[in-house]
Each structure stands twice: as C-alpha cells, then as structure tokens.
C-alpha cells in the first residue's frame, strides 16, 4: 500500500498545488490561459514527439495493443454514451461529453507520469500508442459527435474533403483544445 501511495502521492500533491495556488490567487485567469497555451502549444507536442522518437517505428506499431486499447475506448465510449441517454436522460451533446471523460484517458498528464515512476522502460512506448488512439481516433469522433449533436453541421456529416480543407488550415490536432477553449462550444474544428 505504501508503494502505490507513494507512486500516485506525488501526482495528487500536484494536483493540490495547483488547486491551491489558483484558489489564494495566487495565479490568475490570466495566467492560467498561459500555462493553458503553454502546455497545450508546446509541452504535451514535445512530450509526444519525445516519446515517439525516443523508439523503434515497429515498437511504436504495436497493433496488438492499439487494437486492444482502441476497442477498449470505442467499447467504454459507447457503452458510457448509451447509458447517459437511455438511463440518465442527458442531452446528445452532454452524453458525448460525458463519455468522453469515461473513454479519453488523460494519458499525457496522468498516466505517463505514474507509469514513468513504475515501468519506466515502456512508458514512453505506452504514450505513444496511446496518443496515436486518442489524438486520431477519440478525440476526433467526440468532437464530430458534439458538432453533430449541436447542429452544426446542418443536420447530417460533414464530408471528409471539407474536414481535410480545415484541417489544413486549423494544423494540428493541438489546436482543437484551444479551438474549443476559444469558440465557448464544442466545435469540432476541422470541419
């Protein structure tokens, strides 16, 4: 017990920093939508570019465990959306949402560290795939889910050469936290 207190104790002493320091005022609003800018722009892109380069092209293809982690998430998804429906009674775009937090895990900031204190040689490997699954699969079919369920996109599915036209212009799949962040509605940016 002391082990995994010990491992997890630092993540959650993080966390309560954090919570403490924005409730003093220690930082402000302000402030915060730079370290936002900051670790969305520059720090989780090179933390994902390190691991990705750090390792061999077939220990990254893992299909294996991009196919067991993928279904895993669409399973979760899938089930968490049905029930927020069908037994909750939640809106499209609130049961997306809330899906979303029971099938996108937060890899980048939870996960990777934890698994970097206890398995330190495959953490990066584990990034990896897991950011291959969640920035091209997950995220992209939440956000087309959330702009499906609010009506933006007139009713039917956007097609994919307009998703491929704003994608280009939008760049990469760091701005869709920040596209969200700034249109106040889940907009799924590339389309």
């Known amino acids: 017990m002391l082990a995994i207190l010990s491992t997890t104790g630092a993540i959650f002493a993080v966390i309560a920093l ?12 302000a402030d915060m939508r730079v370290f936002g800018k900051y670790v969305v722009g520059f720090a989780l892109p ?14 990254i293809l893992n299909a294996g465990y991009l196919a067991a982690y993928l279904g895993g998430s669409l399973a979760v998804f899938a089930g968490g959306y049905a029930w927020s429906r069908k037994v909750s009674g939640l809106s499209p775009i609130t049961s997306t949402f809330q899906s979303m937090g029971m099938a996108c895990a937060n890899s980048g900031f939870v996960g990777y560290p934890i698994l970097l204190m ?7 490997t584990a990034l990896a795939l897991n950011m291959i699954v969640e920035n091209l699969v997950m995220i992209p ?11 933006g996109s007139a009713g039917g599915w956007p097609t994919p050469p307009s998703s491929w036209r704003r994608c280009r212009r939008w ?8 596209a969200i962040a700034r249109s106040g509605s889940p907009r799924w940016p590339c389309w």
């Open 141 to 151: 079919l939440v956000l087309a889910l959330a702009e499906h369920a609010s009506g």
């Open 118 to 124: 206890v398995m330190p040689p495959i953490a990066s």
């Open 18 to 29: 954090g919570y403490l320091s924005v409730r003093v005022s220690f930082f402000h609003d």
């Open 46 to 59: 090179a933390l994902i570019f390190h691991a990705i380069s750090a390792r061999d092209v077939g220990e």
């Open 171 to 178: 760049g990469s799949t760091r701005s869709w936290p920040s």
